[in-house]
């Protein structure tokens, strides 16, 4: 059984940080590529970024220069650091294998002052 399991979001000032985790189990971590989507109130679900098994990462726009995203194999852990938040990045966050339809349940973050 495939299991993916987001932890890491929180309410956060504007210009704050926050770090995503994603805990995979039921599949062989390190021959997926992984990603990061998150869903706003009322929009649709998003891609953020996405790293694949050779480490090479692909960012959304909105993401450059300000999210990172990383993955640990031998924790079957999959990251994404989150710098300079602002209002717009509030939202519902999901982890997914890049290529296949697998989900987390998500980790809900809100950028508020």
């Known amino acids: 059984q495939v299991q993916l399991v987001e932890s890491g979001g929180d309410l956060v000032q504007p210009g704050g940080s926050l770090a995503l985790s994603c805990i995979v189990s039921?599949?062989?971590?390190?021959?997926?590529?992984m990603a990061w989507y998150r869903q706003a109130p009322g929009k649709q679900r998003d891609l953020v970024a996405w790293?694949?098994?050779?480490?090479?990462?692909h960012y959304a726009d909105s993401a450059k220069g300000r999210f990172t995203i990383s993955r640990d194999d031998a924790k079957s852990t999959l990251y994404l650091r989150m710098n300079n938040l602002q209002p717009e990045d509030t939202a519902v966050y999901y982890c997914?294998?890049?290529?296949?339809?697998?989900w987390g349940q998500g980790t809900q973050v809100t950028v508020s002052s």
């Open positions: 997914r294998t890049r290529d296949l339809n697998w």
């Open positions: 039921g599949l062989n971590f390190d021959s997926y590529a």
């Open positions: 790293i694949n098994t050779a480490g090479l990462t």
